[in-house]
């Protein structure tokens, strides 16, 4: 019989009671092509028509989101690819908290419109007292276009050479800075750059001196940078991109600036991610003086450059909230990493496994603090799990080195251990089959 007129007709498919509580959490669209696919898997010979309903079921992605939950096991605390900052349980919280309708800009005792995001807004500045102002916008490159535009478009932003920054994926801050309009006046070599080279171009066609934290590179030898706080007597103002989003000194990072420590030095405004070293979600700090911060807040290219009403809740969370998944990855104290990293291995063994714990290096990442090497333990196996782990459920992504599989401890809690043992040992199965 021609196998077409036994294929089960889509409603009757769509009926089945698993089916339907599917397409209310996902979509029907979603679930009707699942359908669709398993009727031609029966077209094709390769199933049973009995078996369409099963077929469509074991098809269905998880989530609404094609996006997948990775366990980070590279060693690169802040890695772009994989969304850089993890957000704090209380962060993520705050994020389904403001999910629905939310007063994000209404006040519920006057029952009229309030300042948007004023909760996130008070909780920066009371993580960082010596800001006079602040504002968010979507990302760090969009605080500095915001900061070019308002304070120094058709004038000049003056810059070391040495601080020409390359950000990731061929986006560059000069090139993102002379899209608004503001020409760059570059000063100083790549190595040296002092006081009089800025002195020597200062003048009423400076909108600002820009001080860029060179926080994916490192230069060493013959060097010289002039410090902030030997700036601000130039009679501009000047706004220093800090990059990694410290809002105090932390004396494992000693040469990575912190926003506190920048003002105090005479820093006028101080932009800065939300999503590395703070450890929170995609956002933009602007922080410093009343009037500049006041200003970039009523440009028109603000309300382009604004963040979401889950931004600003998860941003509040992280600054009010208990210590980030980042920082308790930064400060992880490396015996405990051994130990558990021992337990692992050892599991890992009794089930037939060549696995190591052995001694690793973590990074902060292209987030910050380029050169700052963390000491820590990771499961060493054999590299043919690669693909496997990458590919299982949840996807454990590592990094391969001298012909093995490294499973840094530094970047997973500890809490999800039980889970990497059990995603190491399946992934060995099905190689192993
Ligand atoms: C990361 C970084 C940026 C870009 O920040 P986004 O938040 O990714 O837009 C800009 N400047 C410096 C110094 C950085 O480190």
């Known amino acids: 019989m021609d196998p077409r007129r036994r294929v089960p007709r889509t409603d009757a498919v769509l009926a089945d009671p698993r089916l339907a509580e599917a397409a209310v959490r996902l979509g029907r669209p979603v679930v009707k092509d699942a359908v669709v696919r398993a009727q031609q898997r029966v077209r094709q010979g390769e199933i049973e028509p009995g078996d369409v309903a099963e077929a469509a079921l074991a098809a269905l992605p998880r989530h609404a989101t094609s996006l997948r939950p990775v366990l980070n096991m590279t060693g690169v605390l802040l890695h772009t690819n994989l969304g850089r900052a993890p957000l704090s349980p209380a962060a993520v919280e705050a994020v389904t908290v403001a999910a629905g309708a939310t007063d994000v800009e209404f006040d519920l005792v006057t029952g009229a419109r309030a300042r948007r995001g004023r909760g996130a807004a008070e909780a920066l500045a009371r993580a960082v007292p010596g800001a006079e102002h602040v504002h968010v916008v979507n990302n760090n490159a969009a605080a500095l276009v915001l900061a070019a535009t308002a304070l120094a478009a058709g004038r000049e932003i003056v810059i070391s050479r040495g601080e020409l920054v390359e950000i990731g994926d061929g986006f560059r801050i000069p090139d993102l800075l002379v899209s608004t309009g503001a020409r760059l006046r570059e000063v100083g070599t790549t190595n040296r750059t002092t006081l009089a080279d800025y002195r020597e171009v200062v003048g009423p066609q400076t909108g600002f001196v820009l001080k860029v934290h060179p926080s994916n590179f490192r230069v060493e030898g013959f060097t010289g940078a002039v410090e902030v706080g030997e700036l601000t007597g130039l009679g501009v103002p000047v706004v220093v991109d800090i990059g990694s989003g410290l809002l105090e000194r932390d004396p494992l990072l000693p040469e990575e600036p912190d926003a506190a420590s920048v003002l105090r030095a005479g820093a006028d405004l101080v932009t800065a991610s939300g999503d590395k070293l703070l450890g929170g979600p995609q956002a933009g700090l602007l922080l410093g003086r009343r009037d500049l911060v006041e200003r970039l807040r009523r440009h028109p290219l603000a309300r382009a450059l604004r963040v979401d009403k889950l931004t600003l809740a ?120």
């Open 314 to 433: 998860a941003l509040e969370a992280t600054l009010r909230g208990p210590e980030t998944p980042v920082r308790q990855a930064l400060h992880a104290d490396p015996l405990v990493l051994r130990e558990r990293a021992e337990a692992l291995a050892k599991a890992m063994c009794q089930a037939g496994l060549d696995a190591d714990a052995v001694p690793a290096e973590a990074t902060v990442g292209g987030g910050g603090a380029p050169g700052v090497r963390l000491p820590s333990v990771a499961v060493s196996l054999p590299e043919r799990l690669a693909v496997p782990l990458r590919q299982g459920e949840p996807p454990v992504v590592g990094r391969v080195e001298g012909g093995r599989l490294l499973l840094d401890l530094r970047t997973v809690p500890p809490e999800r251990d039980a889970e990497v043992i059990d995603a190491v040992l399946r992934a060995n199965h099905r190689t192993a089959r």
